[in-house]
């Protein structure tokens, strides 16, 4: 069935680089996506990835999609405070043309 | 671009009383929106699927006597809370979607409902 999962938990040094997973079902998915929710907002589109690609980057992020293993991860460079926040993957489901959405990874930035 | 509104950002009702929560694309036409439903730390729940001019999608076990949608116009969808209970307090979120084969979804910035 349609299904994605992520980690629900990452802490990192301000300043280190922090890598969020994520694994989904859908091998035919053509494009998908990372979201960043900061507490009490709605989710802001981060960056997305079309399923041609295997990387694809944007000033401090990287993500990297696996298609076989059905891998995508999101790897942000010198994480700061800011970037705390919960970070959702998310596929188009091409059978219903619905967006399934992880449950989160929520990110904490140790100072 | 692709900026949607979402308001109220935050409301506060007595039980059985109605809440209305509006959704706007600003810069562009939604046929599409999605409303979704969000519990503290968890994931979003999507509710209901939103087509201008038709009858909102419901997801199994939402109520849609309880959340009325109606999406009237390319720009606008809103979702209605009739007869609210505290139980229904939750973060309200909405999307839209854009134009174009597998577009992204832009979310507003979602509206805290507390039902006394």
């Known amino acids: 069935g349609e299904d994605v999962e992520q980690s629900l938990f990452l802490s990192v040094r301000e300043g280190d680089s922090s890598v969020i997973n994520c694994t989904y079902t859908?091998?035919?998915?053509?494009?998908l996506y990372w979201y960043k929710q900061e507490p009490g907002a709605g989710l802001q589109l981060l960056t997305y990835i079309f399923s041609n690609m295997d990387m694809k980057q944007d000033q401090r992020l990287t993500v990297l999609l696996n298609k076989k293993d059905k891998h995508l991860s999101l790897r942000i460079a010198d994480t700061q405070t800011g970037d705390s926040a919960i970070y959702f993957c998310a596929e188009i489901h091409t059978g219903g043309f619905k967006t399934i959405f992880g449950a989160g990874t929520r990110l904490f930035v140790k100072a | 671009g692709a900026v949607v509104s979402q308001h109220p950002s935050w409301v506060i009702c007595k039980s059985g009383t109605s809440v209305k929560i509006e959704c706007r694309s600003l810069?562009?036409?939604?046929?599409?929106m999605f409303w979704y439903r969000q519990f503290p730390k968890k994931s979003l729940m999507l509710m209901a699927t939103?087509?201008?001019?038709?009858?909102?999608?419901?997801e199994q076990g939402v109520e849609k006597d309880k959340f009325l949608i109606n999406h009237a116009s390319l720009t606008l969808s809103t979702l209605t809370v009739t007869s609210a209970h505290p139980e229904d307090s939750s973060f309200y979120i909405c999307s839209a979607e854009t134009p174009g084969a597998n577009s992204p979804l832009h979310f507003g910035n979602g509206t805290r409902l507390t039902v006394t």
């Open positions: 939103s087509n201008e001019g038709s009858k909102a999608t419901y």
């Open positions: 859908d091998s035919s998915s053509t494009y």
């Open positions: 810069d562009f036409q939604a046929t599409t």
